[in-house]
Structures are given as C-alpha cells and as structure tokens.
C-alpha cells in the first residue's frame, strides 16, 4: 500500500550516478580552466617581484607603454627608485632571523621560571590534598566503626 508512492529502485540509483559523474566532471573542467594560467600568473609574479624590474632603463624603455600619469616623470621615477630600495629592505628583514631584545628575554626568562615553580607547588599542594582526604575519609570510617561498636555495645 506504501510502495506506490516510493520511486523505483534503478531510477533512484541512475540519479545518483548522473549526479556524481556532472560533479567529476565540473570539478575536472574547473580545476583545468583554473590552472591554465597558473603558470603564468606565478612568473609574472616572480618576475615584477625583483629590484632589476624597476631599472632606469628598463622603466624608460617601457614608459611609451604606459599612459600618461598624474604625477611628474621624475617624481614618478623617484617613487620607482624608492619601492626599489624598500622591497630591498623587506626582503634583507625577511631574511633576518627574528631576534628578541636582552631584556624582554629575561623578562620572559623569568616568567617562565616563575610559572615553572608555581606549577611544582601546585603538584605539592595537589599531592597533599589528596592525602589529607585520604586521611579524612580513614578517620571518619574509624569514628563510624567506633559508634557502631560502641551503640552495640550497649
């Protein structure tokens, strides 16, 4: 009586099926017509990235490629210049291990000495507790035992 509402067994499964293989296959198309100019993408990026791009000539012979700027020529090749210089400066920074001055060293030094020795006495402190309740839960069990002996007793 339930069954004439279900949809049969083979179409269900060929949907499924068409489903996954337009999903293989948009995948596949994307990842190829994402990465046809991956290549270029990345030398351009590496090539644009060195100091040797903005030379004097280099920026001269191209500039009949550019449109006329805002800015004066001069003031244009100085700002040239000067990215030049600063992407010489990051890139020396980059290459400079990260060093922390002396004293914030020994600050942090010390820090992690003075969390180093709470952490023991909160390991003593624990250690302690735990036989102090150990010894409490004994001795109620003695005064219990003690009770009951004694109420028997009489």
Same mark, same amino acid.
């Given at each position: 009586?339930?069954? !004439?509402?279900?949809?049969? +067994?083979?179409?269900? =499964?060929?949907?499924?099926?068409f489903s996954g293989l337009m999903t293989?296959?948009?995948?596949? %198309?994307?990842?190829?017509?994402?990465?046809?100019?991956?290549?270029?993408?990345? &030398?351009? %990026?590496?090539?644009?990235?060195?100091?040797?791009?903005? $030379?004097?000539?280099?920026?001269?012979?191209?500039? !009949?490629? =550019?449109?006329?700027?805002?800015?004066?020529?001069?003031?244009? =090749?100085?700002?040239?210049?000067?990215?030049?210089?600063?992407?010489?400066?990051?890139?020396?920074?980059?290459? @400079?291990?990260?060093?922390?001055?002396?004293? @914030? +060293?020994?600050?942090?030094? #010390?820090?992690? $000495?003075? *969390?180093? &020795?709470?952490?023991?006495?909160? #390991?003593? &402190?624990? @250690?302690?507790?735990? =036989? *102090?309740?150990?010894?409490?839960? $004994?001795? +109620?069990?003695?005064?219990?035992?003690?009770? &009951?002996?004694? $109420?028997?007793? +009489?």
């Amino acid at each position: 009586m339930a069954d !004439h509402h279900k949809a049969p +067994q083979s179409e269900g =499964f060929s949907s499924h099926l068409f489903s996954g293989l337009m999903t293989v296959v948009m995948g596949v %198309a994307t990842v190829i017509r994402m990465t046809r100019n991956m290549p270029k993408k990345v &030398t351009d %990026a590496t090539l644009y990235s060195s100091s040797e791009y903005y $030379s004097d000539n280099m920026v001269k012979s191209q500039m !009949h490629e =550019f449109a006329p700027a805002p800015i004066s020529s001069s003031d244009y =090749f100085m700002m040239l210049k000067r990215m030049a210089e600063l992407e010489e400066k990051v890139t020396v920074l980059n290459m @400079k291990p990260a060093a922390m001055p002396v004293e @914030k +060293q020994e600050l942090l030094d #010390a820090a992690i $000495s003075r *969390v180093s &020795t709470l952490e023991q006495e909160l #390991a003593a &402190t624990k @250690k302690v507790s735990t =036989f *102090v309740r150990v010894a409490k839960r $004994s001795i +109620q069990h003695l005064i219990r035992t003690a009770l &009951t002996c004694t $109420s028997h007793a +009489q």
